[in-house]
């Protein structure tokens, strides 16, 4: 046999090595800190390192997968946290597609790698396709969410290209090929574990296989269709299953989370939700990162709408504020938002380059073919999907009809489909302009007509700006609001003090000038804002119309002179990279504004432990270990590997140790009520309450709203809340009940509403009058409430009741009207008192529920049928002996039939409990706690958390990718051996 000749093999692919060096170099060069030894600073690693600490820490001591976390939200499985599927050998054939790089470079060169192969798929010559890369690579989003931390969605992002590359393969060019390749892709792409981008990813696909069944009638060749599309259909369902342990788990627990749907049909305030909820995620939670219509404009122009949320004296216009123009007004202006758009915040705009975007409508005017309107629809059609809540009536449809559509939240996230299809129209249109020249300069002026429509619409929207729209929505209700807030601040301050400044509160004239004195104070902030913003605005307009007039140019002088098509290229790609990239440095760059530190790097060893224990979190422990010897032996013996004992790294380190080693020994949890569900920095170093993710339980999401948010401490006694994290200290809480305890009763409840309210106290009000008493709009003569619902009593005027006042003084009350027709709460016993009738009563409130999670257990009806026994002596003892996160052992000693409630989350899919050996019945109760019937006698109770789909799962993954690389494998031996037979006989 031959040698291979790879000099020849160089000749024949000299591009491509070109290309892939192109990639290489411009990877390093942007993400030079990289590879001198530090990484980036990631808001969303730094969180992933605290929720995945304790599956890291038993991974590394055990050698095996715990799948299950108490490290967050009081406990939930770790399928979206952090499992590794050993099977899955696909997942070390991604890493090449990052040249087995970390984040964010790594992510970054699949971003290039990954749109090359996809045109290189589509037959676009290799030249125009590393043009096309570039342009897609540097998109400013897609740099964002590196800066941000989204390596998954940025993965998934870097493989989707590949797998729309052998999709048009399998229809186009080459059937076989096309379709082991995207089993192979669609494969990677799944691995990458963002289920959300291979959705959109597969709504695209849906475009393009109507293009193609189009164009196959069209060419009367619907058999190759049909043979293309059932062959892609079954390797999609073959990637599936190499992926089947994370996409079937992750389904799994989905109907559990806040993805799946809601057991609740009430509000906090006790009004029913119906409008608001669907068999996923809420509405409300869906769009709340909603494109603006008219921040759609960032498309093509990335400051319409600022830019980041920042500061404006700390974002990149703040030179701005010290132009002859704003230097007055910029103290006015400085600490205000750079961003005005419809979203709660961002970091930064979605902007794909107004070249690329003008390349793109060419696209539509030159290109044959349906595959142009496959792009141009899904690209509108994921446009008006961004707007979410600005949109409503497509997102209703969506919502309600598509499924799994709600499943998902940040609609925003679809831009990435926006992304990479305006990219690839521009790049099939250049792939064109440079294969039919003389095709299109025959056909010239609908290239005249559409550069003298962008440009022209490019310059009116310059000059006549957004008319009122420099304001965000929120800006506009805080002037409106203004002038009634300051009244309402007039009426309740003290008049001898108002008089004192000259304010006379009785006197309307002067009233109204303290108001109108503040409201011109407002008027001239948020016009100097204005009138800033408007500067912002306009000048990212100009520096699109530069770009956008170097763009028609290039095109211009290829089509009407002999310049190669090669300067042409090399033009257009230095013009789109540095549009992009000088909007790109803004939100990643490798700055040191003191002069010493990267603004957004830190040296590799710091990141390596992000979190540094405080003061509180060293008190816990010494509070811990104080109380146990054992536990104090086995922290003195930690120690960090390099054995230093200096230095920030090595006490962080240190510390961590220490905790881990303290928090596989014990079980309480830690609350830290400042950073609530937004942060895992709790989670880093105990079992907490805290924690970050988007697919939290729903259970513990409806007891946060409903009980946690309002201090319950019930509730937070019944999760064995240990200790508060408050101010830096830690304070330990004396009421935690522990890891079980034996209970009294079950207090039996109809329905999960009434479960979950039952968790609070419950309280009576009731109308004392011949008038009207509405309960969130239903008019009662008496009903049972929380607290919190909204009360409105009628007697000609209408009264909105603060229930508060009186839900907290625990006693029973009487809201009460005096002579002077003054309302207010009063003690009931009080009201019996008054013999001069001084008050009338208009309503009453008693408590009829106290919740004693100590003695009572909440249980549903279904449950609670389940059980020989709805009451107990709650005599006996039952400890936790041992800890794991996945298995936990209790000693029990109980001389009749008891019921142990357990501070731990149920989950009915993989929470098994064994008594002597034998599998027992786990309880919900209490809406998210485990319980158990505790027969009479001494003994074991173990809980273990059993999966078995995970480990059939892993060897299913394992079996498909050998079979995917042998079959690959021999494909490319078939095609190897045939290319040699045919070389040997032209010999």
């Not at 020849?8 to 892939?20: E, G, T, Y």
């Not at 603006?292 to 701005?320: C, H, R, W």
């Not at 805290?690 to 697919?695: D, I, K, V």
Request: contains cysteine.
């Amino acid at each position: 046999m031959r040698k291979i000749n790879f000099q020849q093999l160089f000749k024949n692919n000299w591009i491509h090595f070109l290309a892939i060096g192109l990639f290489i170099l411009t990877t390093f060069i942007y993400f030079q800190p990289q590879f001198t030894g530090h990484s980036l600073k990631q808001h969303d690693i730094e969180q992933f390192k605290g929720m995945s600490n304790e599956i890291n820490h038993f991974r590394d001591i055990n050698g095996e997968e715990p799948l299950w976390t108490n490290s967050m939200f009081g406990g939930m499985p770790t399928y979206q946290i952090s499992t590794k599927y050993k099977g899955n050998l696909i997942k070390s054939v991604s890493r090449t597609f990052q040249l087995w790089i970390s984040s964010p470079g790594g992510m970054f060169f699949a971003y290039l790698l990954g749109f090359y192969i996809m045109l290189l798929c589509m037959k676009v010559n290799a030249k125009v396709a590393i043009f096309g890369a570039f342009a897609f690579a540097f998109s400013s989003y897609f740099i964002i969410i590196l800066q941000a931390g989204h390596n998954t969605k940025a993965a998934a992002i870097g493989l989707a290209p590949p797998v729309i590359g052998a999709f048009y393969m399998a229809y186009r060019h080459n059937l076989k090929w096309g379709i082991v390749l995207s089993a192979l892709f669609m494969s990677m792409q799944l691995t990458a574990n963002h289920v959300q981008i291979t959705f959109y990813l597969g709504m695209l696909l849906v475009f393009i296989g109507i293009a193609e069944f189009i164009r196959h009638i069209k060419h009367k060749n619907i058999v190759h269709f049909l043979k293309a599309t059932g062959g892609l259909l079954l390797v999609y369902v073959f990637a599936l299953g190499i992926n089947y342990g994370n996409l079937s788990l992750t389904n799994d627990y989905a109907k559990y989370t806040i993805r799946g749907g809601n057991d609740i049909s009430i509000n906090v305030d006790g009004s029913a939700n119906h409008e608001n909820s669907t068999s996923g995620l809420d509405k409300d939670y869906i769009t709340q990162w909603s494109y603006g219509v008219k921040e759609s404009m960032t498309l093509i122009s990335p400051y319409t709408l600022g830019g980041s949320s920042t500061a404006i004296a700390n974002s990149q216009f703040a030179d701005q504020l010290r132009t002859p123009e704003m230097r007055s007004k910029a103290s006015l202006v400085a600490q205000n938002n750079i961003y005005w758009g419809d979203q709660p915040f961002t970091s930064g705009p979605v902007y794909l380059g107004i070249i690329v975007f003008f390349l793109a409508i060419l696209g539509m005017v030159y290109l044959k073919g349906p595959m142009k309107w496959a792009l141009f629809g899904m690209t509108l059609l994921a446009l008006m999907l961004s707007w979410g809540k600005n949109f409503m009536g497509l997102t209703d449809f969506f919502l309600d009809n598509v499924p799994f559509y709600n499943k998902f939240r940040a609609v925003t996230i679809i831009l990435a489909i926006v992304e990479l299809t305006i990219p690839l129209l521009a790049v099939l249109f250049l792939n064109r302009l440079f294969k039919k020249k003389e095709e299109i300069l025959n056909n010239i002026k609908p290239f005249y007509i559409a550069s003298g429509a962008l440009l022209g619409v490019m310059v009116v929207l310059t000059f006549t700006g957004l008319g009122n729209g420099y304001l965000s929505a929120q800006e506009n209700e805080y002037i409106y609001s203004y002038g009634d807030q300051v009244k309402t601040q007039l009426a309740n301050e003290d008049p001898a003090l108002l008089k004192e400044n000259g304010i006379d509160i009785n006197n309307p004239t002067q009233v109204q000038q303290v108001i109108d004195q503040q409201m011109k104070r407002v008027n001239d902030q948020f016009g100097a804002l204005t009138e800033f913003r408007q500067g912002v605005y306009q000048s990212s307009m100009l520096r699109s119309i530069f770009f956008l007039v170097m763009g028609i140019a290039l095109i211009a002088i290829f089509l009407k002179t002999t310049v190669k098509k090669e300067y042409i290229l090399i033009g257009m790609a230095l013009f789109v990279v540095v549009d992009l990239v000088m909007v790109d440095l803004n939100y990643l760059n490798n700055k040191k504004s003191d002069g010493r530190n990267y603004d957004h790097w830190a040296d590799k060893e710091k990141n390596d432990f992000p979190v540094s224990a405080s003061q509180a979190d060293k008190q816990i422990l010494e509070q811990e270990i104080a109380a146990d010897p054992f536990l104090k032996k086995l922290v003195d013996n930690v120690s960090v590997s390099n054995g230093k004992s200096r230095g920030r790294v090595n006490q962080d380190e240190l510390w961590l140790k220490k905790l881990q080693t303290l928090g596989m020994a014990t079980n309480y949890r830690v609350y830290e009520p400042s950073i609530g569900f937004n942060s895992s920095r709790a989670s880093y170093f105990h079992k907490a309450l805290n924690g970050y993710h988007g697919a939290k339980l729903r259970r513990i999401q409806n007891v946060k709203d409903f009980h946690i948010n309002y201090n319950n401490m019930d509730v937070l006694n019944m999760l064995n809340i240990k200790y508060f994290i408050q101010e830096g200290q830690a304070r330990r809480n004396p009421g935690a009940l522990g890891n079980v305890w034996l209970i009294k009763e079950m207090n039996v409840q109809p329905n999960a509403n009434k479960e979950l309210l039952a968790l609070g106290n419950m309280f009576m009000v009731s109308n004392e009058t011949s008038n009207s008493l509405f309960v969130n709009g239903v008019e009662k003569k008496s009903d049972t409430i929380s607290g919190r619902e909204k009360v409105v009593f009628f007697d000609g005027d209408s009264l909105n009741v603060d229930l508060m006042t009186a839900v907290r003084s625990g006693v029973s009350s009487s809201f009460v009207k005096d002579v002077n027709g003054q309302t207010n709460w009063i003690p009931t016993a009080e009201l019996a008192k008054d013999s001069l009738n001084s008050f009338s009563s208009l309503l009453s409130i008693q408590m009829i529920h106290d919740f004693d999670p100590k003695n009572e257990a909440i249980i549903g009806k279904e449950e609670a049928s389940q059980l020989s026994s709805l009451t107990f002596t709650g005599q006996g003892s039952i400890q936790m002996k041992s800890y794991a996160p996945n298995a936990m052992v209790y000693n029990v000693n109980v001389a009749d039939k008891q019921f142990g409630v357990f501070s731990e989350m149920y989950f009915p899919d993989g929470w098994n409990a064994y008594i002597k050996g034998e599998k027992v019945e786990i309880h919900r109760v209490n809406y998210l706690l485990r319980g158990l019937e505790l027969p009479a006698g001494e003994y074991e109770v173990e809980m273990r958390f059993e999966v078995p789909k995970f480990d059939f799962a892993n060897n299913l993954s394992f079996a498909g990718s050998i079979l995917l690389f042998i079959v690959m494998g021999g494909l490319f031996f078939k095609d190897f051996l045939m290319k040699r037979k045919e070389e040997d006989a032209a010999e």
